[in-house]
């Protein structure tokens, strides 16, 4: 093109969170010059480069300006240069180029977009919220941990076979589902369709909301642009065919183009050389005003002085050659997503070590260790031999299976034992791994408690890592930047993908990369100490502290810790691999305690790996339950046989065989609710369709009875599974409500599926009162007013011709119960006389259900207190026995051995009350926690797992205060976070590490030690009386309107108010310490 000067020209700029775009329109709103390139967050760099080229190829012509997207914002503040919001600009292009486009789906590096389109109307405009899941972002951190290029995963996703759920809601949990799939020896290219499927599901659950994106669809953003096979599998879940599809040219730069073509009066004009001096002119950032945390080190003689205290603490080592023919044990930790391997001596010294990236593939990270100290022991005139083998971590029972190991442990119990070779009066241990965080406290030599990350994997070393790579830096080479900061930016202890929009908060601000790393750092610690760990005294982690994990490489995560507790902290120079160092210790102690009694080990030898590479793999469909999981049979030479894949064991299991599993009531109460007559004896008058949801755990034997009797025929929904799920998913009208909720879609199209005449779902508000003393019985808001969301989000009635009926009921009180069922069955033509049978009936049988069910557990209690064995109180709301919201913890308890019983299942007492209880007990499902925490604390044999849907209100409350009241007996609480996402490998870690800390427990008390956590009073304030008005009463500051009307009247009647001062930044950072 001939250089011209001078030339009218509109211009739109692009910055988003990973990619900056640039475009440049003539007169006629065609593309003369585009640019798109990734930033590594060097936005001024990448944008003044791209400004070049637009200068070589069309000269110093003057432009109108406009400036969009996420970091976009920021420069537009700092150099004044207009700006307009990306979803407008969006709406823009389709407004003035495509107003045939009913539709624009847009995603972007972090974030994704949906515009629905209707003439007369303003555009609808939905954006994700500030989770990146689903996004660019996460496709490429999905495409790091299968080591392929970006480039490659069209063609893959093309090539695939079959898809298999996987998370998309977080890069976090989708990495445990794809490292399953990997383990399983799934193929790739099934992996990433799957990873595809995943980001269209959570586009439409998160911005469709029950509004269904129509054509003709219009596809915008890089990745829908450069992965063509993403958009088909949209346009395969919206059953879309080409001709609904506008296919548009640069549909990458769809923000930037609508910048362009914005008529917006605040354009700047400016020439491209005047603009590239805008760029470059230094701007000074002033942090004083910003929240900033003190320095790791003032200077860099104190980093030096540190660092050599810091590499002290090593682990004794000997040359391979020097061991002669000895016996050596070898460790193995086997992690999600990586390998670690450790060989020592009869004395404990280290022989040889290993370490590296899974890449998918654990037998073969297993395997090249081991060729390594084949290849070692080739070199030895009289070589060692392996006398015993442990493995430990994700991938135990595989490993064990596949290189025939003598033993599996626990890997909370491995990294304890590495840390008590480094210090034998450690108190605590804090061992943070790529994925995951686990903390051991320790008195006396015995585990006391282990805590370990419910679900997230905030600040663990993964956090860490992603934040590096996104902006171009190893983690190393970050970690080094920290050191050097001289004023650590507060990022707050959020999770990654929220934390994101700090981070890019401070780079809009100047902050420099050193800061910004510092200040992750500290967010890792204040995570672990906070909000996993949630200690608000560090006098409970003792003296003695030692840190694990790869992620304590990193000498800033070090620094932080021991700043934020006032400690010295002991980090190991192989705290990369405590865990396989633990495995290998416990593998010489096993030896050594048993006199090898246990014969020749069952470790393949360093002579067979070749084989042990070459196994067998069969798929096979397990049908024992509706979930029909997919099931991968590994054979391998020496003929053990490995399954993986599967939820449960109770068809297919690596456990061996056990001596005895638990009884688990849970499978007893499923068929005590729903294995009922549902046709009445008569000829039915209709049929009434109930979806197998909520509080139809708890009311439904109420309900079959009543309808049945009333001359109805009852259809309940199917069994829940990840089919049915998917049916409704579209209708879900928000992404952060609970599991439980969001299945209720799938469940109501099963029944429309099924032709019912009508859908009854009652608005349950008021469960029956079963404690004297309690507040209030009210059923959580999302229960009670889900029908009303169902309405609106599927209208049953008015898309289907089947009337939803929503009669509102309260159980507390028997005869507005009666007075409602009356009204409502009165409606369909049922008589008064009928009624008044039918109700009795119905009372009958939810009492009868309730009896049953509280026998069961007695008979279970009787049994294992006489052969004294432990039982597992699961703590959950009626609906959390569904085997698909429970992800099988029931069956994962009954198959370690241990006897399952519910928390209402317990004995019943007249007028049973709420003892001691320091919340307000108004949530009828809450108050049974607060009865079975003081029934279990008084139970010898008898332990707490609490089941907790994430997004749930009321137990944000009730976790906290079921803890401190086990605590005062001494006893602790396991908390299992569920939601759709599945992540069995973490849930069995977290039971297997309570159920070794109670056999600790038992251990020490044999010995005559303590045993067990300590004893925590309850503190909390004393009651206010009457004769107290003397004393002054604390009042939050509401709001500056709010406060004086709410203050005044108190003092007008003689109390003592003090209002207290505005939030600050110290105010916040105390109350963090107390809040989930």
């Known amino acids: 093109m001939r250089k011209t000067q001078m030339s009218a020209f509109r211009m739109g700029i692009d910055v988003g969170s990973t990619t900056a775009k640039v475009v440049m329109l003539n007169q006629d709103a065609e593309v ?126 093309e090539k695939h076979s079959r898809i298999y759920p996987m998370a998309s809601r977080c890069g976090v949990f989708a990495k445990t589902d794809v490292q399953n799939l990997l383990s399983r020896e799934i193929a790739r290219e099934d992996i990433v369709a799957s990873v595809f499927n995943a980001v269209v599901l959570q586009t439409l659950t998160t911005l469709s909301r029950g509004y269904k994106p129509s054509p003709v669809l219009l596809f915008g953003g890089g990745p829908l642009t450069f992965l063509p096979a993403l958009k088909d599998f949209f346009m395969q879940t919206l059953n879309v065919g080409q001709d609904g599809v506008l296919e548009a040219d640069n549909t990458e730069l769809l923000p930037a183009i609508g910048a362009a073509l914005a008529d917006d009066m605040s354009k700047q004009k400016i020439a491209l050389t005047q603009l590239i001096d805008l760029l470059t002119t230094p701007r000074q950032y002033d942090h004083t005003g910003q929240n900033r945390l003190s320095q790791l080190f003032s200077d860099v003689q104190e980093f030096d002085r540190w660092e050599k205290a810091r590499t002290q603490h090593k682990v004794d080592r000997i040359d391979l050659r020097q061991v002669d023919g000895g016996r050596c044990f070898l460790g193995i930790d086997s992690g999600s997503t990586t390998t670690k391997l450790v060989l020592i001596d009869e004395q404990g010294r280290v022989a040889f070590d290993y370490y590296c990236n899974n890449k998918g593939n654990t037998i073969k990270a297993v395997q090249a260790g081991l060729e390594n100290i084949q290849r070692l022991f080739a070199t030895c005139d009289n070589p060692p031999h392996i006398a015993r083998s442990v493995v430990t971590g994700y991938g135990e029972d595989l490993i064990r299976t596949a290189f025939g190991c003598d033993e599996g442990m626990v890997e909370t119990l491995a990294h304890f034992r590495a840390a008590g070779a480094f210090d034998p009066d450690v108190s605590f241990i804090l061992d943070i791994g790529g994925q995951d965080m686990k903390a051991i406290f320790v008195k006396d030599g015995h585990i006391q408690n282990i805590e370990i990350n419910e679900a997230c994997s905030s600040g663990c070393g993964s956090f860490i890592e992603s934040f590096a790579m996104s902006m171009g830096y190893t983690v190393s080479d970050f970690a080094q930047r920290a ?116 014969g020749e080990s069952r470790f393949v030898g360093l002579q067979n790996l070749e084989a042990v590479g070459n196994y067998k793999k069969r798929h096979i469909r397990c049908r024992g339950c509706e979930n029909r999981c997919t099931i991968t049979k590994l054979t391998f030479h020496n003929e053990n046989v490995f399954y993986t894949g599967n939820r449960c064991e109770k068809i297919f299991t690596n456990s061996g065989k056990q001596d005895r599993k638990g009884t688990n009531m849970v499978v007893r109460k499923i068929q005590l609710l729903f294995d009922r007559e549902t046709t009445p004896a008569s000829q039915p008058v209709l049929t009434l369709g109930i979806p197998r949801v909520m509080n139809m755990y708890e009311n439904f034997p109420f309900w079959n009875t009543l309808l049945v009797e009333s001359g109805f025929k009852v259809q309940l929904s199917e069994p829940s599974s990840n089919a049915l799920y998917e049916k409704g998913i579209e209708t879900i009208m928000s992404e952060n409500i609970c599991f439980p909720a969001k299945l209720v879609h799938g469940h109501i199209y099963d029944l429309i599926e099924a032709g019912v005449d009508r859908i009854f779902y009652p608005m349950v508000f008021y469960e029956q009162d079963g404690f004297a003393d309690a507040d209030n ?300």
């Open 483 to 598: 050191c050097a900061s001289e004023a650590p930016c507060d990022l707050g202890t959020r999770c990654t993908v929220f934390m994101n929009s700090k981070v890019k908060q401070a780079l809009r601000e100047g902050a420099k990369v050193s800061d910004i790393s510092a200040g992750l750092a500290y967010s890792v610690i204040k995570n672990a100490i906070h909000k996993v760990l949630k200690i608000t005294n560090t006098s409970v982690l003792g003296d003695h502290i030692i840190v694990q994990g790869g992620t304590f490489r990193n000498p800033a995560i070090h620094r932080a810790m021991e700043r934020l507790l006032g400690k010295q902290v002991l980090c190991p120079d192989i705290a990369e691999l405590m865990g396989a160092y633990g495995a290998a210790l416990t593998a010489r102690d096993t030896y050594s305690d048993n006199g090898n009694r246990q």
């Open 777 to 1076: 019985s009210y059923n959580c808001p999302i229960i009670s007013g889900y029908p009303d969301v169902v309405r609106s989000a599927i209208d049953p009635e008015g898309k289907f011709g089947i009337p939803l009926d929503m009669p509102a009921i309260n159980f507390r009180d028997r005869r507005l119960l009666k007075k409602a069922c009356h009204q409502y069955l009165a409606g369909l033509g049922v008589s008064a006389r009928t009624f008044k049978r039918a109700f009795a009936r119905a009372i009958e049988a939810q009492r009868e259900y309730k009896e049953k069910v509280q026998a069961i557990a007695a008979d279970i209690l009787n049994q294992a207190s006489a052969e004294g064995r432990p039982v597992i109180l699961l703590m959950g709301r009626p609906y959390h026995v569904d085997p698909l919201i429970n992800h099988k913890v029931p069956e994962i308890l009954a198959d370690f051995g241990l006897d399952v019983i519910t928390e209402d299942s317990l004995p019943a007492t007249p007028n049973q009350t709420l003892d001691n209880k320091h919340v307000l007990s108004q949530w009828e499902y809450s108050n049974r926690f607060y009865y079975a925490a003081h029934w279990v604390g008084q139970q010898d044999n008898v332990e707490v797992v609490q089941l907790n849907s994430f997004a749930c209100g009321p137990d944000a409350i009730n976790v906290d205060e079921v803890k401190s009241m086990l605590g005062a007996y001494g006893k602790s609480l396991t908390v299992i976070r569920i939601d759709e996402i599945e992540s069995i490998g973490s849930v069995k870690l977290r039971l297997r590490s309570m159920i070794e800390s109670l056999k600790q427990r038992e251990r020490a008390k044999r010995k005559g030690s303590p045993g067990g956590q300590a004893r925590i009073p309850r503190k909390t304030t004393k009651v206010y009386q009457e004769a107290d008005r003397h004393r002054t009463i604390l009042a939050p500051r509401f709001s500056h309107f709010c406060s004086p009307p709410i203050t005044r009247p108190l003092l007008d009647l003689g109390y003592q108010v003090d209002v207290l001062p505005p939030a600050n930044r110290e105010s916040v950072q105390v109350g963090l310490k107390y809040t989930n």
């Open 32 to 157: 003369t010059f585009s640019a798109y390139r990734r930033h590594n967050t060097e936005t001024l760099i990448t944008l003044q480069a791209m400004l070049q080229e637009a200068l070589q190829s069309l000269g110093d012509v003057k432009v109108d300006l406009l400036i969009t997207g996420s970091a976009g914002l920021g420069i537009s503040e700092k150099f004044n240069i207009p700006f307009i919001q990306e979803v407008v600009a969006s709406a823009e292009v389709v407004r003035q180029l495509y107003p045939e486009v009913k539709t624009l789906i847009d995603i972007g590096g972090e974030d994704a977009k949906m515009i629905f389109f209707n003439a007369d109307q303003r555009p609808d405009i939905r954006m994700n919220g500030s989770c990146a899941g689903g996004t660019g972002a996460f496709i490429d951190q999905m495409a790091t941990l299968l080591n392929v290029p970006v480039s490659e995963l069209n063609t893959l996703a």
